[in-house]
């Protein structure tokens, strides 16, 4: 079967620092998605990976280790409007179907 | 640009019933693909439409069906609905040249509630 995972929840404060780890085992890899999603809304865009390495955009990085099918998603310099879920997703095919995790609940306090 | 649309934004309907979803892409972009996205859970695909033809379908049974128009927006049909199937369901959008590497755009989404 195809496993993505990450964790459930996590708690930061405004200004801080959080890696969302996801690890992933799949039959086959076409590149890995980091998408944002606040509560009631679509989901949007934050990094892409295909080749290992970070990817830096901001206050948002991105990493990818292909051999241990891991990623993380580094944000920086939090801030309240951070607060939302974390979607992990990975390509695997050649039509771009993403196969997402059940997301990572980012809560930032003050 | 208005970016991905999609209607209704909420709908609630009652066991065995029908319903109809409507997406419109991103001008300029000739691919859509819908997804499921449960209370808590990440986004499930449930098919993918480009040139009117469905090109790739997830683990989802027959009484979910699509379609695409010559303008590139598409339809989802649920037939029989069960309680199982409230859920969020999203379209996202995507030029077909640059589906693998590019960003999806999603829709605000149609929030389902079956009763």
């Known amino acids: 079967g195809q496993n993505i995972d990450q964790p459930t929840e996590m708690t930061a404060t405004e200004g801080a620092i959080v890696q969302i780890n996801c690890t992933y085992q799949?039959?086959?890899?076409?590149?890995l998605f980091w998408y944002q999603q606040h509560a009631g809304e679509a989901p949007t865009f934050l990094s892409y990976?295909?080749?290992?390495g970070l990817e830096e955009k901001g206050r948002f990085s991105s990493f990818l280790s292909r051999s241990k099918g891991y990623s993380y998603l580094l944000l920086k310099e939090l801030q309240m409007k951070d607060s939302a879920s974390y979607l992990c997703a990975v390509t695997t095919d050649s039509w771009g179907k993403l196969q997402f995790g059940a997301g990572t609940q980012v809560v930032v306090t003050p | 640009d208005a970016g991905v649309t999609q209607s209704p934004t909420h709908l609630i309907k009652t066991r065995g019933q029908q319903v109809t979803l409507r997406c419109s892409p991103k001008s300029g972009h000739d691919t859509v693909s819908w997804y499921q996205q449960a209370l808590g859970q990440g986004p499930q695909f449930i098919f993918q439409y480009y040139e009117e033809e469905e090109r790739q379908r997830g683990n989802f049974p027959d009484r979910f069906s699509g379609h695409q128009f010559p303008n590139y927006s598409s339809e989802l049909n649920v037939n029989a609905l069960l309680l199982g199937d409230s859920a969020l369901y999203l379209c996202?959008?995507?030029?077909?040249?640059?589906?693998?590497?590019?960003?999806?755009?999603f829709g605000p989404g149609t929030r389902l509630t079956v009763l």
């Open positions: 996202a959008s995507s030029p077909q040249d640059t589906i693998l590497y590019n960003e999806q755009f």
């Open positions: 799949t039959s086959g890899f076409n590149g």
């Open positions: 990976n295909v080749l290992d």
